[in-house]
Nanobody, 121 residues
Framework: QLQLVESGGGLVQPGGSLRLSCAASGFTFRYYAIAWFRQAPGKEREGVSC????????NYADSVKGRFTISRDNAKNTVYLQMNSLKPEDTAAYYC??????????????WGQGTQVTVSS
């Protein structure tokens, strides 16, 4: 019943922008922090960003800080990841996940299927 569905990925040139969406259903969305992760071939999963249930607190990996912005619209049950100044190193499958808490505790049990982001000229 619980479902997280990512969308918005695609092929972009270096320096370009994309906005990813994570649409949630099957739970009380506004109670939970939501995070974005990414995984490139041959690499470990990397935490990208997280946002608290109210949107009042956010965090970012150093590799994306200043370029990516996480936000949420609880009325739409959706979390967004605005990605600007994209680099080839950002190429990965991007996943959203539900935290066990209203804050970004770092413990996740539910994941979406992922959306592919490819940054290439």
């Amino acid at each position: 019943q619980l479902q997280l569905v990512e969308s918005g990925g695609g092929l972009v040139q270096p320096g370009g922008s994309l906005r990813l969406s994570c649409a949630a259903s099957g739970f009380t969305f506004r109670y939970y922090a939501i995070a974005w992760f990414r995984q490139a071939p041959g690499k470990e999963r990397e935490g990208v960003s997280c946002i608290s249930s109210s949107g009042g607190s956010t965090n970012y990996a150093d590799s994306v800080k200043g370029r990516f912005t996480i936000s949420r619209d609880n009325a739409k049950n959706t979390v967004y990841l605005q990605m600007n100044s994209l680099k080839p190193e950002d190429t990965a499958a991007y996943y959203c996940a539900r935290d066990r808490s209203s804050i970004c505790s770092g413990i996740y049990g539910s994941w979406g299927q992922g959306t592919q982001v490819t940054v290439s000229s």
